[in-house]
């Protein structure tokens, strides 16, 4: 199990404390980006993340909100993104899409909104390094997990379970310390956790450490 913060709910005022904070329990930095367009919200672009990459050495997950994000890729990386994630909506290549991040060395995944039918990305599943399930719809921080996103989860696990794949499953959206015990169980590897993570810090490192 590894956890991944979404800087997204830092307090970028102490960028650096909340940073540390992230180092002591997790193993990835999530970077939730936005454009406005693609999503009815904007977050941040590149200075925050030449930012982050130089106040630590955890791997970055960037999940791409955004629209064209093959212009953007290279640059991304670049910038010192160990993961990328695009979303099945809207992204009519997504092979080529994929394959433009694994060129590069870095590990590609597909992400998938709540309303979304998991059969979209059955053409893409064998090619992914890991799948985001989204289980609010994105946007913004601090919304309710959706329900019906478990069913979807146990979906996705029962699929690679039968392809023998190898691919990961993140979740992102909502969690807190009852639903991330489920998701362990149910069989996913990435969880993102935003609001929740730095209003109960104290608790999310006794928490995370024993979720691992």
């Known amino acids: 199990m590894k956890i991944a913060p979404s800087i997204l709910a830092s307090n970028f005022k102490n960028l650096q404390e909340d940073i540390k904070k ?126 019906s996103s478990l069913e979807k989860i146990e979906n996705v696990v029962k699929i690679k379970k039968e392809e023998n794949l190898n691919f990961e499953i993140e979740v992102d959206g909502g969690l807190n310390f009852e639903i991330g015990k489920r998701l362990k169980e149910i069989g996913c590897n990435i969880l993102v956790f935003g609001d929740f993570f730095f209003r109960n810090f104290n608790e999310s490192k006794i928490f995370m450490r024993n979720l691992k």
């Open 22 to 147: 992230i180092e002591e329990v997790a193993d990835i930095v999530h970077l939730d980006i936005m454009d406005g367009h693609f999503v009815p919200n904007i977050s941040f672009g590149f200075p925050i993340i030449k930012a982050v990459r130089e106040l630590t050495t955890l791997p970055l997950d960037a999940h791409l909100m955004i629209e064209k994000p093959e212009n953007y890729i290279d640059r991304f990386i670049d910038y010192g993104v160990d993961m990328i994630s695009v979303h099945i909506e809207g992204n009519y290549h997504i092979h080529r899409l994929i394959y433009s991040i694994k060129k590069r060395d870095k590990k590609a995944g597909v992400a998938i909104n709540p309303g979304t039918n998991i059969s979209l990305i059955y053409p893409i599943i064998k090619d992914v390094d890991f799948i985001l399930i989204m289980s609010v719809n994105p946007g913004f921080s601090g919304q309710n997990f959706i329900d």
